[in-house]
Nanobody
Framework: QVQLVESGGGLVPAGGSLRLSCAAS????????MGWFRQAPGKERVFVAA????????PYADSVKGRFTISRDNAKNTVYLQMNSLKPEDTAVYYC?????????????WGQGTQVTVSS
């Protein structure tokens, strides 16, 4: 079993930055395809970004391309999401997920989420 704990969320003004962390425990995630998703109030959870085990391939949702960067540190068993130029529409609960099927929302492990609120 893998436990995922997200951190780094908070309240930030539009144009600001945040860095989310997803710390894994229970098992190494070094071989897992990892992803970030988000769910805005009253909306479905949607894909944000993902990263392969080696970090070489990092797909992004069109809405965050050029502003968000996903990365991982396998030695620390942690995945990150650097979010720059934040917009009010980025407000959501952000979830980390592990051991996923690329191109889908089918992941075996999910964190509890961290709230990101961007004020206008």
């Amino acid at each position: 079993q893998v436990q995922l704990v997200e951190s780094g969320g908070g309240l930030v003004p539009a144009g600001g930055s945040l860095r989310l962390s997803c710390a894994a425990s229970g098992r190494t995630i070094s071989r897992y395809y990892m992803g970030w998703f988000r769910q805005a109030p009253g909306k479905e959870r949607v894909f944000v970004a993902a990263i392969t085990a080696t970090g070489r391939y990092t797909p992004y949702a069109d809405s965050v391309k050029g502003r968000f960067t996903i990365s991982r540190d396998n030695a620390k068993n942690t995945v990150y999401l650097q979010m720059n130029s934040l917009k009010p529409e980025d407000t959501a609960v952000y979830y980390c997920a592990a051991d996923g099927l690329p191109g889908s929302d089918r992941y075996n492990y999910w964190g509890q989420g961290t709230q990101v609120t961007v004020s206008s």
